[in-house]
């Protein structure tokens, strides 16, 4: 379609100074103020220059990296939220499989319905699904009357603020996220392929093995990425289900900035998650351009 | 032979999903304050929640936001989503497509933190945005509620046939007679799903918004929050569940809505 100036260039331009404003610029304060030292004033960090008697004097420094260098916390936060997240990942990805499959496979009327009931909790509170969780999971809880009462444990489980409910609540959360990617891409597999695989001898397991899945492998690392990614920076759910010893550094991030006040620190804690996700978010990007081609 | 396992694993996977939502709309009728002691129905947590002040401010402050914020997200990303599909020969098309995107998987401390020292930055260079609160929730919830307008409304338009449009620019309409007369209508679907995203999104941020806030604007989830850190408490079962009716009640109606059309 061929729209003509100015009206043209209006809808070009309103909705990009908006992103770049309110996205992209923000990150380079971010940037900015990683580079400052915090300081008792309001804003609390340096200027990162100054006009001194005409001359531009820049005033940078790394001692915020270097400082998360050396203290041990947030490497271990880095570390920790990696692991969190690979390992909910995963988890994620063997019940989701499953069920995307089992939807995929469904006849139509059917999958219509199951679609939306995998949606369905997407549109209630996120806040309120997590918070759910500590009635089922606490030690006077509903799953422990539950195992009590069946005889199959005789002391309640400790699961509430351990990282075992923190995979819990994540895997909870961000099933949906992984399940929609799934299903895409597996309701299109050709039938043909897997009638021809079974013509030819293979059983159910192996012909899952050597045509679904390989097949399924843009599905399943778009799905994959799109819990991976969020779930580093990840507040909520261990804030509500996690311990003490719970170390995620969406945590960290939090605490820097409404505990500490260390704008400077929180914002290099920040910088260094950016250049982590820059990874997963290339291997996404990736993943969804080969899904579109299929 | 049909394999067993899938339907068992698709089940346990759906049990997963609503089991807690079911319990939570159990206990909000429980009398009792403790979740493994029954004591009897009752619906005094709705009557509790109705008459905490705090509660109903932040909830009507939280509709405001999220229906304003929910609007101009639509505005905004409808016109994104035009200029990524619709428009030809526009220079750096991809860098937009990766930008308007990038809200998506951005975590949200990552987002709140940024804003907040953008916001703290702005006011030190110009005044405004003078203090933090409704405004600054607003631009917050827009600029992360379009992302996700533009990626609707985006899918919508890629599977729309072009040449009805085509053919009215032809015929010597102007290109905005041509959006409002057959894009729009062809899209309002997207629109009002796009709207309804948004607006859910907003309705329910609370990383966000706890950084860009300041003392005057307490959202739902801010208030949500600080209650369930200390624990149970049953009049967030009762809130929990109103919530839960609210969107069941919508999904049934749209989908009956669907339902309708060819």
């Known amino acids: 379609m061929s729209w003509r100036q100015p009206g043209r260039r209006f809808v070009i331009a309103v909705p990009n100074i908006w992103l770049i404003l309110f996205f992209m610029v923000p990150f380079l304060v971010v940037l900015k103020i990683s580079l400052a030292e915090p300081r008792i004033a309001i804003p609390p960090y340096s200027p990162l220059w100054e006009w001194i008697n005409g001359e531009i004097k820049f005033n940078i420094n790394f001692e915020n990296y270097a400082y998360m260098w050396e203290d041990t916390l947030y490497i271990n936060a880095y570390l920790s939220s990696i692991k969190i997240a690979a390992i909910s990942t995963l988890l994620t990805l063997l019940i989701g499989y499953p069920m995307a499959y089992y939807i995929a496979r469904a006849p139509e009327p059917k999958r219509s319905i199951l679609l939306l009931l995998v949606v369905l909790p997407f549109w209630t509170s996120f806040l309120l699904r997590v918070y759910a969780w500590i009635g089922i999971l606490k030690t006077k809880g509903i799953l422990n009357a539950v195992l009590l009462w069946a005889g199959i444990i005789d002391e309640p489980l400790v699961i509430m603020q351990t990282d075992v409910a923190v995979y819990i609540g994540i895997v909870y959360t961000y099933l949906p996220f992984l399940v929609l990617p799934l299903y895409a891409n597996l309701v299109k597999l050709d039938d043909t392929l897997l009638e021809a695989s079974y013509d030819l001898g293979a059983s159910r397991i192996s012909s899952f093995f050597r045509i679904t899945l390989p097949l399924s492998m843009p599905g399943i690392i778009a799905g994959s990425m799109l819990v991976f990614i969020p779930v580093i920076g990840e507040y909520v759910i261990p804030a509500l289900l996690g311990g003490p010893d719970t170390l995620m550094i969406g945590s960290v991030l939090w605490d820097e900035y409404f505990k500490n006040r260390d704008w400077p620190v929180a914002s290099a804690v920040a910088m260094v998650m950016l250049v982590i996700m820059l990874i997963p978010i290339m291997i996404l990007r990736r993943a969804q351009s080969k899904g579109a081609e299929i | ?262």
Not at chain 2, 17 to 31: A, M, Q, T, W
Not at chain 2, 55 to 63: F, P, R, V
Not at chain 2, 113 to 141: D, E, K
Not at chain 2, 220 to 248: C, Y
């Open chain 2, 1 to 262: 032979m049909k394999l067993r396992f899938t339907p068992i694993m698709a089940l346990f996977g759906f049990a997963f999903l609503y089991g807690p939502i079911v319990s939570l709309v159990i206990f909000s009728f429980n009398e009792s304050r403790l979740v493994t002691v029954w004591g009897g129905w009752s619906t005094k947590w709705y009557g509790e929640l109705f008459a905490n002040e705090q509660i109903i401010d932040a909830a009507l402050l939280s509709l405001k936001i999220a229906a304003i914020s929910a609007s101009m997200a639509t505005v905004l990303g409808t016109m994104m989503a035009m200029v990524l599909v619709r428009f030809k020969r526009v220079r750096g098309k991809g860098l937009m497509g990766g930008m308007v995107t990038g809200p998506l998987v951005m975590p949200d401390v990552i987002i709140g933190l940024s804003l907040l020292l953008l916001f703290v930055a702005m006011q030190a260079l110009f005044g405004w945005p003078a203090g933090r609160g409704f405004t600054t929730i607003l631009i917050a919830h827009i600029t992360f509620g379009m992302a996700f307008v533009t990626v609707v409304v985006q899918s919508r338009l890629s599977d729309m046939d072009d040449s009805i449009e085509e053919s009215a620019l032809d015929l010597g309409a102007s290109p905005t007679r041509v959006f409002f007369d057959i894009t729009l209508p062809m899209i309002t679907p997207a629109l009002i799903s796009g709207w309804l995203l948004a607006f859910t999104l907003s309705l329910d941020d609370l990383v966000i918004s706890s950084f860009v806030s300041g003392p005057g604007a307490t959202t739902l989830p801010m208030v949500i929050f600080s209650k369930v850190r200390l624990g149970v408490s049953p009049d967030i079962n009762a809130l929990a569940s109103l919530i839960v009716l609210v969107v069941s009640v919508g999904i049934i109606i749209s989908a009956l809505l669907m339902r309708k059309k060819p």
